[in-house]
C-alpha cells in the first residue's frame, strides 16, 4: 500500500512530501526578480530570452495545460514583462537554467 502524501509548512512554504521523498515548493507562485528567475529560456534562431518569474499554476500542471501561463520578463527586439503560454516558450526554446532553490 502507497504511503500518504505529507503536508509541511516551513518557513511559509507548503512542502509536499511523495513516497520516494520528492518535494515540491508550492513558492512557484511567489513572483520573483528579474535577477533570480525560476527558469531561463532561450531561443538561439531569434536570440529572444524568457526568464519566468511566476507559475499561476503549479509547474506541473503548467506543463501539462497548452494554456497554462507564466509571467516572464521577455527580452527580443526590446524588454517587456508579461503573460506568455508555458508551451509556447517550450516549443521555441531550450531550458538554459533553472532554480526553484531561495
Not at 509548512?9 to 533570480?36: W, Y
Not at 497554462?68 to 526554446?93: M, Q
Request: charged share 30%; glycine share 6%.
Amino acid at each position: 500500500m502507497a504511503k500518504p502524501l505529507c503536508i509541511a509548512i516551513i518557513h511559509g512554504k507548503v512542502i509536499l512530501t511523495a513516497n520516494e521523498g520528492v518535494k515540491i515548493m508550492a513558492s512557484v507562485r511567489k513572483t520573483r526578480p528579474v535577477e533570480n528567475p525560476y527558469e531561463i529560456w532561450h531561443d538561439p534562431r531569434t536570440r529572444w530570452t524568457w526568464k519566468v518569474l511566476k507559475f499561476y499554476k503549479s509547474r506541473e500542471n503548467t506543463v501539462k495545460d497548452p494554456y497554462g501561463r507564466v509571467f516572464c520578463e521577455v527580452d527580443g527586439f526590446e524588454r517587456e514583462l508579461g503573460d506568455v503560454y508555458y508551451a509556447e516558450i517550450t516549443r521555441n526554446a531550450v531550458m538554459t537554467q533553472s532554480n526553484y532553490g531561495e
